[in-house]
């Protein structure tokens, strides 16, 4: 007995929820084997116990093992023991939703890396230990609602605001760890590595992909320059007899030189002699006909180069060169690499040293983000809620007020998950203009290309998605099979001390921290 096919739209649901179920499974199965991993862990200590001499021997064999039985990197292996020791022992609370399957693997693992300084201080008596449970307990909150790339960058904040100087300490420690290293990949090609700041790092990808994304937006700037003392490098081989130059280097052919007959423009006859009429007529005629057709420019060809080409090739050249050099375009050298720093006021002023935050990416050490904001042609001060969300923004121009809260407040692309920097992304009315959308706060948020295109009315109804904009300014995404997805703004982590204002309660109160804000940190 057949059974009659699901409705199309019903099958794309059913097969969304096994997907989801699916990962949920994989999750707790990961979660297993972590177990395994630090109850293994526990085996090995015990025989380190018996043979305290062999401890390290012990431990290499017991990674060897499970290396080559699971065909897995030993690095891997090694950081797989540690993460699950560090999971089974110091975050039950974690480890019981990654058994549950609510948190994955990956959300696991940035948590645990960004917890590392607070364990550290904890360990050494200089952190209380109450402050790992509220670390826990807010980075799971965020984890399970939001894409482990965003769960990074939020609880690295959150780890810099609990231990603020214990993360300024790793900060200036970790600046003897950059490294630039070179291993051959194949007979063509290497991989150039470079261990920096972080935000030195993310300066140099975004100036590298301005200038690249510039370079094929702007192919004039990639015109051929012919030296009058080089003619032969005209891109097809054009003799030098046959340009005419302009103004700034600007060259095209001459439509009045000899060549192949019949194309106009690159061949004319000889005006023969005078008492030959016919041979008069011919001459007259080709001019006319090549005045008529007007100047034959030389075409820049289309640039087929891919984004991580040209990117890849504007780092060689700069560093190569100092400056990008002429085949690269003269219109390069006023593009400058866009970072957003959030810092309080009083660590601007130099009162304190709390880290401040490299929006997207994590803790900002303070001095660095007070040699930054010192070259910085503009400010922009924030007002938060008792959540950390920003309500408002100093204000000059309507239309420039708007346009810097909501880079304020969005900080990257608010399609659930993506991470765009706003700078990359456009601002888009939440309701349609042309469907009555106000050009207001409550109806704009910053979209990437790619995410603003998939609400676009061109798309047909059954794949586009649809949004609206809550009280919360969080955006409610619907999807073409009708599942609802929230992005909520990004908040910044507020936790201040409780104490008395302009007290410095040192490294080790972190049980007196609550989210409070306190006027005396107003964030740019």
């Known amino acids: 007995m057949s059974t009659a096919p699901l409705p199309r739209h019903v099958e794309k649901e059913a097969l969304l929820d096994e997907w989801l179920e699916a990962r949920r499974q994989v999750a707790a199965w990961e979660a297993k084997a972590a177990a395994v991993l630090a109850r293994r862990a526990e085996l090995a200590d015990a025989d380190a116990a018996d043979a305290p001499m062999h401890r390290e021997t012990i431990r290499r064999s017991m990674v060897a093992e499970f290396s080559s039985a699971g065909r897995v990197a030993k690095g891997t292996v090694e950081q797989a023991f540690g993460d699950a020791r560090t999971l089974h022992d110091e975050f039950p609370t974690l480890r019981a939703a ?25 360990h050494a008596g200089t952190l209380d230990d109450g402050v790992r449970a509220l670390f826990e307990a807010a980075a799971l909150e965020f984890a399970t609602a939001e894409a482990p790339a965003r769960t ?25 760890d950059q490294y630039i290293t070179v291993r051959p990949y194949d007979d063509e090609l290497s991989f150039l590595s470079a261990l920096l700041p972080t935000h030195i790092a993310v300066a140099i990808m975004d100036r590298l992909t301005q200038k690249a994304t510039h370079l094929r937006e702007h192919p004039e700037d990639r015109t051929p320059v012919l030296p009058v003392d080089e ?11 046959s340009v005419i130059f302009g103004v700034a280097d600007t060259f095209t052919r001459d439509p009045f030189t000899p060549g192949e007959p019949g194309v106009v423009g690159s061949w004319i006859p000889e005006p023969g002699p005078l008492e030959d009429p016919e041979a008069a007529a011919a001459y007259d005629a080709a001019v006319d006909r090549i005045i008529a057709a007007g100047p034959q420019p030389i075409q820049i060809p289309a640039d087929t180069r891919s984004l991580d080409r040209i990117r890849a090739e504007l780092f060689t050249d700069l560093l190569l060169a100092a400056s990008p050099s002429e085949v690269f375009g003269d219109g390069l050298h006023n593009i400058t690499a866009h970072i957003q720093v959030t810092i309080d006021a009083s660590t601007l002023t130099g009162v304190d040293d709390r880290p401040a935050q490299l929006d997207g990416h994590g803790a900002l050490h303070p001095a660095v983000a007070r040699s930054l904001g010192g070259t910085a042609t503009s400010w922009t001060r924030l007002f938060l809620d008792p959540e950390g969300f920003v309500t408002q923004t100093d204000t000059y121009t309507p239309t420039a007020a708007m346009r810097r809260h909501l880079r304020a407040r969005d900080q990257h692309c608010r399609f659930p998950g993506c991470r765009m920097p706003v700078h990359r992304c456009e601002l888009d009315h939440t309701l349609d203009w042309a469907k009555g959308g106000k050009t207001s706060l409550d109806n704009l948020a910053y979209l990437c290309k790619t995410h603003h295109a998939l609400k676009h009315p061109d798309i047909p109804d059954e794949h586009r998605w649809s949004a609206r904009q809550l009280p919360d300014w969080s955006i409610q995404w619907t999807s073409p099979t009708g599942r609802t997805h929230t992005d909520t703004p990004p908040r910044r982590v507020m936790f201040v001390p409780t104490g008395p204002p302009g007290r410095d309660p040192g490294p080790s109160s972190g049980a007196g921290i609550d989210w409070t804000p306190s006027s005396e940190h107003t964030p740019f």
């Open 98 to 122: 990654f058994e549950a399957g609510t948190v994955s693997a990956a959300h696991v693992r940035e948590i645990l890396r960004a917890a590392r300084p607070l364990t550290q201080a904890i």
């Open 231 to 241: 003619p032969d490098l005209l891109p097809d081989g054009t003799p030098a007899d």
């Open 152 to 176: 990074r960058a939020h609880v690295r904040e959150l780890a810099a605001a609990l231990a603020p100087q214990t993360i300024t300490d790793r900060h200036e420690e970790a600046l003897d």
